[in-house]
């Protein structure tokens, strides 16, 4: 029984450190999130330095159309000899003439816009860069704890190896049975006066007296955990927990 006890103290260790190894990694999560909004930013700032250069050669574009209509209509005036089809096209010019400065003002404003998007793009990388960076050293951080959480575990593995081999067997192979049907935790409890303190259901006088006197091995009628007296036992486990509280 104290064999299985101290296999029991370094089994619930082991556990511990598997679930920390479980709930380590998950705190890069926020790191993700937090990587693909500060990606998301830097490449909405992108985009609108494009749509702005877009806009500037769409401009321009239009700018050459319109100087190309210009002068067509100059070379057909001198063709027109109605009076009217003259001031008709000299018309025509002053609308393509109006709407070519209009899209000159647009290009300026576009360039101011876009040399002030530009300067703060990369103000903005720079800000993101150094965010990134300390992501990084947390996520660095985090890796190193998972590591020693896994190096802590794999030692107590190793203690445990020759003291399973100095249990009995039989006893070994009914404790790991216990435990793999609750999916761990305690498969050695103490009694608490009448009760299993596993499932907190009343155990049978006879077997209370035989724990008390130490003299047979019972498991709980209700839950299936190897019961045991204090007063017979040092239970190592529940030395750990009183030292953790």
Do not use: W
Not at 23 to 37: A, G, L, T, V, Y
Not at 106 to 125: F, N, P, S
Not at 214 to 224: E, F, N, R, S, V
Request: glycine share 4%; hydrophobic share 35%.
């Amino acid at each position: 029984m104290n064999t299985l006890l101290q296999l029991q103290a370094l089994d619930l260790r082991i556990e511990a450190f598997k679930a920390r190894e479980a709930e380590i990694p998950k705190q890069k999560n926020k790191f993700d999130i937090h990587r693909k909004r500060l990606a998301d930013e830097i490449a909405e700032r992108e985009e609108m330095c494009k749509r702005l250069v877009l806009e500037q050669r769409e401009c321009e574009t239009d700018i050459e159309q319109r100087q190309t209509q210009i002068a067509k209509y100059d070379q057909q005036l001198f063709a027109v000899k109605k009076n009217e089809e003259y001031q008709a096209l000299l018309h025509e010019m002053e609308m393509l003439k109006k709407q070519i400065s209009l899209k000159e003002e647009r290009i300026l404003a576009t360039m101011v816009e876009a040399d002030d998007l530009e300067a703060r793009l990369e103000e903005d990388k720079k800000r993101v860069e150094g965010e990134l960076a300390e992501i990084e050293r947390q996520c660095a951080e985090i890796d190193r704890e998972l590591a020693e959480a896994r190096k802590e575990r794999e030692a107590l593995e190793e203690e445990r190896r020759p003291l399973a081999k100095q249990a009995d067997p039989e006893l070994l192979a009914r404790y790991d049975r216990i435990r793999t049907s609750m999916g761990g935790g305690r498969a050695v409890v103490p009694l608490n006066v009448e009760t299993c303190s596993g499932c907190h259901m009343r155990v049978l006088p006879q077997v209370v007296n035989e724990l008390m006197a130490g003299d047979k091995m019972h498991a709980c009628a209700h839950c299936g955990r190897i019961l045991f007296h204090r007063d017979n036992y040092e239970d190592p486990s529940a030395a750990g927990e009183a030292q953790a509280d």
